[in-house]
Structures are given as C-alpha cells and as structure tokens.
C-alpha cells in the first residue's frame, strides 16, 4: 500500500472522529517518528504525552515480547506475578496511596475515581475546574469544561459543576457538605498548559478535609516524570486521596489506573470491575517502563531539559509570543493569534507539535529528546514565529 491509498483508506472508513494529518507515520525510535519514505519528523507530541520514554524503547519492546509468549489475558480474580509486581512498584511512588485500581484508559480511571468517591462518601456532588479535560466517557466527560468536547452530548451525568481554575475563593464557595470529591489536574494540558499554584493545591486539600470531600489528582498527562517528578503534585505538599494515570504508564501499552489512600472506603468485592484491566501483557510493560524512567532518572531529565527549552523560548524575540508557561517539558507557547497555521508550517519543517486550545502550542516531547534535537526545535520555531521587519513595525 503507497502513502496516497493509506490515507484514502483511513478518511473512507475511519468514523470520522479525527482530523486526519496527510502523514502516515510507520515506525519511531527515541523523540523521532519516521514516515513510508524515511523522512523523520520530530515528535513534541509524545502521542500527547504517552512516549515520555520515546518510541520503540528496547527495554518495553523485550517485555512485551516477552509476556506475550507467557501469558497475554488474566482476569483479576486471579493474582499473577507481573501484577503483584506492578501493584508494588505503583504503591511506592507516592506516600499514602497504598491501593491501585487498574484499568486501560486515561477517562476509565476517572470513571474509577468518581464511582469510588461516590461509594467512599455517600455523596453525589463533583466539582471540577474551567477549562479542566478528564476524558470523553460520560463521567468524565461531565467534569471536562470546554464546549468543544461537550457540545451534542447532553444531557450529562448530575451533579457536577466547574469553578475558576486557581481560584481559593470559587472552591471555598463551592465544595460542601454535598460534595464527594473535587478533580484537579496539577497542570491543566488541553485547556492551555496551565500549572496550579502552590497555594491552590494546599488550599484544595485543606477545603476538602474541612468539608469531608475526597480529592482527586488527574495526573493522566502531567504524570510519569512529564513536569520534573514522577507526579506533578509532588512539586508541592499535598495528598491527595485519588491519584488517576495513565498515558505514559505503560510505555505506550494501553493502560490506566488510580492509586487510593485508605480514607477511600467501600472498595469491596464486584463494586467495579474491568475485562482487561491489570493484564499481565500490560503490567510487564509498565514494570519494564517503571524501571526505564527510574533507571534514566527521566523526571530529573524532564526537569532540566525543560528549563533549557524553556529559557530557550522566553529568548524567542517574536511579537506573536504572548506567554510561555508550563513545567519540566510541559509547555505552552501562548500567540496573540490562532496557531492552527503555525503547527501546519512546523509540521512542514518536520516538527510535530500539539495544540491547547486556538491560541497555544503545547509542547510534550519524549523526556529522552537530546539537547541537539531541542536546538533543533527552538531553530525552527523562532524561524515560523518570527514576523516580516516591515509588519512589526507597521
Ligand atoms: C488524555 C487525558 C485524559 C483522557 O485519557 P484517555 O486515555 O484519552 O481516555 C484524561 N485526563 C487528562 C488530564 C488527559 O490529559
């Protein structure tokens, strides 16, 4: 099949859901994706922040083979060995959250949190933040903000509503003695790479253990080293009682879950449940990934390389550059005008960025990208974002 009959097929029978590129992408290794003819694009997109170990890493592939030829399927009634393993591991990254629920996808772990805060607390109410995105089923769907994913879908799951994102005062106001939990991310990524204060996310914790809400961290993009740590919330003094992950979990293999302090009750026998969740073939791909991004210190990395890029980019003389913001290498580049056409020309020059929303360019490259390829980014960009002399003057 040539690269014109890939692309034809997939715009006939795909659903229809997604904008297609006009690249066929075969084949990756480390930040560099390859299309049918070679030509290697630069990956700041780690499938948005699923590649943090880059593509095709050695140590995952062998896993995965690996368990393929053990044992691909088990049910979790059943303990198996790289599950137990995988439980271990998850339960010592964060103090406190001693439980891990497993399931195969970013919102089918905050479909988890939300079913367990509810049953944890007999209460109905979520809150959640503007701008907020926690995925597309129907409960998180109902705690995503932005319209764009909403729209068409009413009427939603009751009892959830949305305050100001690092706002103290709206979340005072809001949660209650109503209130089973509120969902945070530590650094909002679809709604425009925005990072929670410090004293937003102490005051979240404080408000909740007042009103006896549970607090939920979404750390499905912001998780896995991405921000400087292995979870953003541990940039700051703060539990929270849920912990949802997912993305770059597994390597790239399918795979979510939620880590659970013991203030979670209820979680008894048959409660929730999931075919393929916690699937050996799975767990070995996070334990061979757990111990890559421990091995390459991958959050000391993310550290680091983002404020290389990030300093980088605030060097960038462009009047197009409103802000850049964001942690470790979780950046926003926020223009004064829409980016659409911007990442369209970066694409043509073989850099692949993501949006966040009309007006920033979201970067999340692998955490293993070189310091020549990120010279190679910032080269670029400056290229695209820099304006004709004569119209900045006009
Ligand atoms: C991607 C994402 C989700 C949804 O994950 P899926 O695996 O696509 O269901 C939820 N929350 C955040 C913060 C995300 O970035």
Known sequence: ???????????????????????????????????????????????????????????????????????????????????????????????????????????????????????????????????????????????????????????????FSHVAYNNIEALEQAVNEETAAVILEVVQGEGGVHPATEEYMQAARRICDERGALLIVDEIQSGFGRTGKMFAVQHFDVMPDMLTCAKSLAGGVPMGAVLISSKVKNLTPGVHGSTFGGNPLSCAAALAALSVIEEEDLPRQALVKGAYLMDKLRRIESPLIREVRGKGLMIGIELKEKVAPYIKELQERNIIVLNAGMTVIRLLPPLVITYGQIDRLVGVLTEVLAVEPELVEA
């Open 1 to 159: 099949m040539n690269t014109q009959q890939i692309l034809e097929i997939e715009s006939k029978h795909s659903a229809g859901t997604y904008a297609k590129q006009p690249l066929v992408i075969v084949r990756g290794e480390g930040a560099s994706l390859f299309d049918a003819d070679g030509v290697e694009y630069l990956d700041c997109s780690s499938g948005h922040g699923v590649a943090n170990l880059g593509h095709a890493n050695p140590k995952v592939a062998e896993a995965i083979y690996k368990q393929a030829s053990t044992l691909i399927t088990l049910f979790e009634s059943f303990p198996n060995d790289k599950r137990a393993e995988l439980m271990k591991k998850l339960t010592s990254l964060v103090d406190g959250l001693d439980r891990v629920f497993l399931c195969n996808s970013g919102t089918e772990s905050v479909e988890a949190a939300f079913k367990f805060a509810r049953l944890s607390t007999g209460r109905k109410n979520i809150v959640a933040a503007m701008r907020a995105f926690h995925g597309r089923t129907y409960g998180a769907l109902s705690a995503t903000f932005n319209k764009k994913y909403r729209e068409g879908f009413e009427p939603f799951v009751p009892g």
